[in-house]
């Protein structure tokens, strides 16, 4: 099994910055890909943005490219959200989950979830 935990989230004004951060552990090497979905109240979770391990191959969402940049650390078994530019509508629930295979983007591939952790954007 694969445990993720995510740290990072709150309370940010419009046009501010955070940094999300997500912590892998246990059997690591089932995952291939991993990314970063966000729900919002009353909406489908929904994906922001993915990355290998090497975070050779990086895919964002349209509604984040340029603002949001995905990285990882493989040695320490991290990855990163870097949130910037943020704007009300990005407020939701984020979170990190991995997938066996590369280069995945769909909902229903990713096997393992974290908890989240709540990102708050105000205007």
């Known amino acids: 099994q694969v445990q993720l935990v995510e740290s990072g989230g709150g309370l940010v004004q419009a046009g501010g910055s955070l940094r999300l951060s997500c912590a892998a552990s246990?059997?690591?090497?089932?995952?291939?890909?991993m990314g970063w979905f966000r729900q919002a109240p009353g909406k489908e979770r929904e994906f922001v943005a993915s990355?290998?391990?090497?975070?050779?191959?990086?895919y964002y969402a349209d509604s984040v490219k340029g603002r949001f940049t995905i990285s990882s650390d493989n040695a320490k078994n991290m990855v990163y959200l870097q949130m910037n530019s943020l704007k009300p509508e990005d407020t939701a629930v984020y979170y990190c989950?991995?997938?066996?295979?590369?280069?995945?983007?769909?909902?229903?591939?990713?096997?393992?979830w974290g908890q989240g952790t709540q990102v708050t954007v105000s205007s």
């Open positions: 990355t290998n391990w090497s975070s050779s191959s990086t």
């Open positions: 989950a991995a997938a066996g295979r590369l280069g995945v983007r769909r909902r229903e591939n990713y096997n393992y």
């Open positions: 246990g059997r690591t090497v089932l995952t291939r890909t």
